[in-house]
């Protein structure tokens, strides 16, 4: 039995220069700007504050149950979460957003045609709270490469980014410090163990990442300095980085 269940919505085409197409991705990626957006679900979303999450597909319980603190609270506040469809991080994010009530971005590294909605999400799936973008042709099938270029553009529909655990190398350590060559807020986990979890993290916060940490009072992540950057206008002070692709997230 399949875990996947086919959508019941067809994908429209966004192109470079027609209304809607987010000006931020433009604006930031340059020339490397992807021509076409296939999009599925409510398009009124690139148009929302956004917080991108970068995080390993293995994370340890701990991280994913911050993945899911962080994306609840700013799910609550308004503010879309944008992340890949990937088990472990990708997905705590995305789950968390939805059961919160709020919106949430899924970016494939693959053509829009190879989406399914898996069967774990579809008691909380809701259309219109909920985009599904690809920037590859709708059949292109799964590349390293192009996985590579997804998380430009998950960076790239982003106000900021929080990245959840990072190994001393690889594809989330990569994301983050490019996400700070991009000139975009970088927000960083940081617990107890995380020298053993997620040693990346502190290469990140040494390299100028903002640390995450828990609200003693409250128990949850204090992600109040996240809400403020995201509802910031994007300013873009140097497209140096457009040209950089990002390590495929491991």
């Not at 995080?55 to 319980?61: H, I, L, Q, V, Y």
């Not at 994301?175 to 979890?197: C, F, I, Q, R």
């Not at 990346?200 to 809400?227: C, D, M, S, T, Y």
Request: positive net charge; charged residues 15%; glycine residues 10%.
């Amino acid at each position: 039995m399949t875990n996947l269940i086919q959508p019941m919505l067809a994908p429209a085409a966004l192109d470079l220069g027609d209304e809607g197409f987010p000006l931020a991705v433009a604006r930031l990626l340059g020339s490397k700007t992807p021509k076409t957006l296939y999009c599925q679900g409510n398009l009124a979303l690139l148009g929302k504050p956004a917080v991108g999450f970068c995080g390993s597909r293995k994370a340890s319980e701990k991280g994913l149950r911050v993945a899911a603190d962080c994306a609840t609270q700013l799910a609550q506040s308004g503010i879309v979460v944008v992340s890949g469809y990937a088990a472990g991080v990708d997905y705590a994010a995305h789950k968390a957003a939805f059961e919160a009530g709020g919106s949430t971005i899924l970016v494939l590294p693959e053509g829009i045609e190879h989406f399914r909605i898996r069967k774990t999400l579809v008691q909380d799936w809701d259309w219109d709270r909920a985009l599904v973008i690809s920037q590859f042709p709708p059949s292109a099938g799964w590349k390293t490469y192009r996985a590579m270029e997804r998380n430009t553009l998950i960076i790239a529909l982003s106000r900021a980014m929080i990245v959840i655990e990072a190994g001393a190398t690889g594809g989330t350590l990569h994301a983050g410090e490019s996400t700070l060559k991009m000139g975009l807020p970088l927000y960083v986990v940081e617990y107890g163990d995380m020298a053993n979890e997620a040693p990346g993290n502190a290469v990140l916060i040494a390299k100028g990442g903002i640390r995450v940490r828990k609200n003693p009072q409250l128990g949850v992540a204090n992600v109040e300095a996240i809400r403020q950057a995201a509802s910031k206008p994007l300013v873009v002070s140097s497209m140096q980085s457009a040209s950089l692709p990002l390590a495929f997230a491991t």
